[in-house]
């Protein structure tokens, strides 16, 4: 294959056509698909290919720990006293450390990754990503700069499974980001283990930069009204925030992600290296598009976002992942306004158990 064409974008109709392709010559190759329905050829072939350091857990944990305390302290020391003291309201009070945290520590992790692809030039991953595969081996060295990127970040979703379940408020795809961060810590840990950090490295730099301005957003949106008064420069951020989440998520989400990661892990893996049998093919593969379907699922509320504000229905950014829970806070609210009501109503209702009462023990004196 010539240089120039490690670098081609393939488009939408080539991509299918070749993961089709390189799933055929996977068969060819292994006789079955590298992910057997018997459990004993993925662990075999797991022991055989893996290459996961107990070192490397330790250091997953460790940090996990420390992620839960950093948040833990920030949200105490700084956040919520924060959004207390520009007098959010109560419910937005608990939503905007969250918010920040993340917006925080996306931040970071994607400066970082435009560090190691783009800045630093030891790399050329993001530019040329179908010659990525040409010399994996089992076991290879991972570089520093990579290494550094996988235990984070691997780390930071096994502390995001405790904070959805303990510190995230509620919404109503919890159980679909549970699912995402199990989904995501097995991809980047069997990519790790594997060798495949290269292609895990793309996959990483395409999704976090539209979380930046998704935080970003949400914290503006829980800025807007405190202590009574409305303020518009914080809808105007959101607005900017908004069309700028919604630009990248459809720029690295679903443009660049399935031209360079889709395509390279399942065409150019297997047609551009026939001598070499990838373990997991068809496992990794797998995982990635369901991470694509998952993308796809999530672009659907900013197109209902868009919807709305194309029929009059919201003329102002918020979270509508967030509708239904607080729907149902609301009705329990009501609900028990309504209790309330009910119970005055009755003690003054000519027919309770008190005025009846009473009004027997009158007629008996008469």
Same mark, same amino acid.
């Given at each position: 294959?010539?240089?120039?064409?490690?670098?081609?974008?393939?488009?939408?109709?080539?991509?299918?056509?070749?993961?089709?392709?390189?799933?055929?010559?996977?068969?060819?190759?292994?006789?079955?698909?590298?992910?057997?329905?018997?459990?004993?050829?993925?662990?075999?072939?797991?022991?055989?290919?893996? @290459?996961?350091?107990?070192?490397?857990?330790?250091?997953?944990?460790?940090?996990?720990?420390?992620?839960?305390?950093?948040?833990?302290?920030?949200?105490?020391?700084?956040?919520?006293?924060?959004?207390?003291?520009?007098?959010?309201?109560?419910? $937005?009070?608990?939503?905007?450390?969250?918010?920040?945290?993340?917006?925080?520590?996306?931040?970071?992790?994607?400066?970082?990754?435009?560090?190691?692809?783009?800045?630093?030039?030891?790399?050329?991953?993001?530019?040329?990503?179908? @010659?990525?595969?040409?010399?994996?081996?089992?076991?290879?060295?991972?570089?520093?700069?990579?290494?550094?990127?996988?235990?984070?970040?691997?780390?930071?979703?096994?502390?995001?499974?405790?904070?959805?379940?303990?510190?995230?408020?509620?919404?109503?795809?919890?159980?679909?980001?549970?699912?995402?961060?199990?989904?995501?810590?097995?991809?980047?840990?069997?990519?790790?283990?594997?060798?495949?950090?290269?292609?895990?490295?793309?996959?990483?730099?395409?999704?976090?930069?539209?979380?930046?301005?998704?935080?970003?957003?949400?914290?503006?949106?829980?800025?807007? $009204?405190?202590?009574?008064?409305?303020?518009?420069?914080?809808?105007?951020?959101?607005?900017?925030?908004?069309?700028?989440? @919604?630009?990248?998520?459809?720029?690295?989400?679903?443009?660049?992600?399935?031209?360079?990661?889709?395509?390279?892990?399942?065409?150019?893996?297997?047609?551009?290296?026939?001598?070499?049998?990838?373990?997991?093919?068809?496992?990794?593969?797998?995982?990635?598009?369901?991470?694509?379907?998952? $993308?796809?699922?999530?672009?659907?509320?900013?197109?209902?976002?868009?919807?709305?504000?194309?029929?009059?229905?919201? $003329?102002?950014?918020?979270?509508?992942?967030?509708?239904?829970?607080?729907?149902?806070?609301?009705?329990?609210?009501?609900?028990?306004?309504?209790?309330?009501?009910?119970?005055?109503?009755?003690?003054?209702?000519?027919?309770?158990?008190?005025?009846?009462?009473?009004?027997?023990?009158?007629?008996?004196?008469?």
């Amino acid at each position: 294959m010539e240089e120039d064409q490690f670098s081609y974008m393939p488009s939408y109709w080539e991509i299918i056509r070749g993961v089709y392709d390189g799933y055929v010559e996977t068969q060819r190759q292994w006789g079955n698909p590298p992910l057997s329905t018997a459990p004993g050829v993925f662990w075999r072939c797991l022991l055989k290919f893996g @290459a996961f350091d107990p070192v490397d857990i330790l250091y997953i944990v460790v940090l996990a720990v420390m992620w839960t305390m950093i948040r833990y302290l920030l949200t105490w020391t700084v956040l919520t006293p924060f959004a207390r003291w520009v007098q959010m309201t109560s419910l $937005n009070q608990k939503k905007f450390p969250e918010s920040a945290w993340k917006a925080l520590f996306y931040s970071c992790t994607w400066l970082y990754s435009c560090y190691v692809l783009l800045w630093c030039g030891e790399f050329d991953y993001f530019q040329r990503p179908l @010659a990525i595969w040409q010399d994996w081996a089992p076991g290879m060295e991972v570089p520093t700069l990579v290494y550094i990127m996988y235990m984070v970040q691997l780390s930071f979703y096994l502390h995001s499974v405790y904070g959805t379940l303990f510190m995230d408020h509620k919404r109503k795809d919890t159980l679909v980001m549970l699912f995402h961060h199990f989904l995501t810590m097995s991809l980047i840990g069997f990519s790790y283990a594997c060798r495949y950090h290269k292609i895990g490295t793309l996959v990483l730099f395409t999704h976090d930069i539209t979380d930046i301005a998704l935080e970003i957003t949400k914290c503006n949106v829980y800025m807007k $009204n405190r202590g009574g008064k409305y303020y518009a420069l914080h809808e105007y951020i959101s607005q900017a925030g908004f069309t700028c989440f @919604a630009v990248g998520w459809a720029l690295f989400r679903l443009y660049w992600y399935p031209l360079k990661c889709l395509y390279s892990a399942g065409y150019a893996s297997v047609m551009y290296n026939p001598s070499m049998k990838l373990p997991f093919h068809f496992f990794f593969n797998s995982m990635l598009w369901i991470l694509m379907v998952l $993308n796809i699922y999530w672009f659907m509320f900013i197109v209902n976002f868009l919807y709305k504000v194309a029929t009059g229905q919201m $003329n102002e950014v918020d979270d509508v992942r967030e509708e239904e829970v607080e729907e149902q806070v609301m009705q329990k609210m009501k609900s028990k306004q309504n209790n309330v009501k009910a119970g005055g109503d009755f003690k003054n209702n000519d027919l309770s158990p008190r005025r009846r009462s009473a009004r027997t023990q009158g007629r008996k004196d008469d």
